[in-house]
């Protein structure tokens, strides 16, 4: 009998050691999230999200990377990470194959809507004077500008914005001006120092890079006019996003501006079951998710599959069914 007894231990022991192999053989040798600059919502939430499939994947490799809603899009459909977060104008312009892409993005698929709002900043320095954006652009005014790398969809609106009072990147030098494309810290060292005398594109709202600048240095926000707004909607998707008054000790009324939602993507060959657990992850930690960065802070798991342009992928489709967000 005990010898019966030590064999079904012994079987037991075997049969457990294989399901746990299985297991860690099962889980993907990889998972790579790439957010946006590092400090911001994006980044905040993605860091969440690995951390949270950590738990579940101990013998994946899971990275968080600093990235850009534009670079995000061309790095899924290359293989090169698995999820990665956009905005709204850039996940339907890569729906589309348009501008700034160069084709159609046919692997594209949504894990969710993280609603974050980013908002575009003219904030420029007082000493200079500037009433309006189509003042600057009427004087040709030798600014020095500061915004996001053009991997990001900060620089893209800005750009865009630029476009619309018939300013091209090569205006801003001929006038005497220049443009950098940098990390957000780096934008505010120099706006610090006075290297820059005006910090343009889309970001968070609010944002922590915008604020240092307001407390260092006397600065005006200035107002994107409604037709401006307006043509911003039409052509290229933006939202239109009030920047609230009182924002940065700042703004004395509320500005009138344009900006996007947050989008996280994946790709068609990502495993369902992956997928399933980051559409879990973002349900289940939304009380965490809206004390990470006030950008989150009117995260609601209601709106996770609102407003999505494109595919969702299988395995949050599952998910958002058992949880009667989709039918």
Not at 152 to 172: C, H, M, N, T
Not at 174 to 200: E, P, Q
Not at 232 to 253: L, S
Request: aromatic share 8%; glycine share 8%; hydrophobic share 40%.
């Amino acid at each position: 009998m005990k010898l019966v007894q030590k064999a079904g231990a012994a079987l037991s022991a075997v049969c457990l050691a294989l399901a746990l192999a299985s297991s860690v053989q099962a889980q993907p040798k990889s998972i790579t999230l790439s957010a946006g600059a590092v400090g911001q919502h994006w980044y905040m939430l993605a860091a969440l999200l690995g951390e949270d499939l950590k738990k579940t994947y101990s013998a994946t490799q899971i990275t968080v990377m600093a990235g850009g809603g534009v670079a995000n899009v061309n790095l899924l459909d290359q293989g090169t990470i698995d999820f990665g977060l956009t905005s709204t104008e850039l996940y339907a312009a890569a729906l589309k194959g348009a501008a700034p892409y160069k084709k159609v993005h046919k692997d594209l698929m949504a894990v969710a809507n993280i609603q974050a709002e980013s908002v575009y900043y003219f904030m420029v320095d007082k000493a200079k004077g500037l009433k309006s954006i189509e003042e600057y652009a009427k004087k040709k005014m030798p600014l020095r500008f500061c915004t996001f790398r053009k991997a990001g969809p900060p620089a893209v609106s800005a750009l865009r914005l630029f476009e619309e009072y018939g300013v091209k990147e090569q205006d801003i030098s001929k006038w005497g001006g220049k443009i950098n494309f940098m990390d957000w810290s780096d934008c505010v060292s120099l706006a610090r120092d006075g290297h820059v005398d005006a910090i343009v594109g889309g970001t968070g709202l609010p944002s922590p890079f915008h604020a240092e600048i307001a407390n260092a240095r006397q600065v005006d926000l200035l107002p994107v006019p409604e037709p401006i707004i307006q043509k911003m909607k039409e052509k290229y998707g933006y939202i239109r996003v009030d920047i609230p008054k009182g924002t940065y000790n700042v703004a004395k009324e509320n500005i009138p501006s344009f900006g996007w939602s947050g989008y996280l993507l994946t790709r068609t060959k990502t495993p369902e079951k992956v997928v399933y657990d980051v559409a879990k992850s973002l349900h289940e930690n939304a009380d965490r998710i809206r004390r990470l960065h006030s950008g989150l802070a009117a995260y609601d798991v209601k709106k996770l599959t609102t407003d999505i342009p494109g595919p969702i992928h299988p395995g949050a489709v599952r998910f958002y069914k058992e949880k009667g967000l989709l039918k």
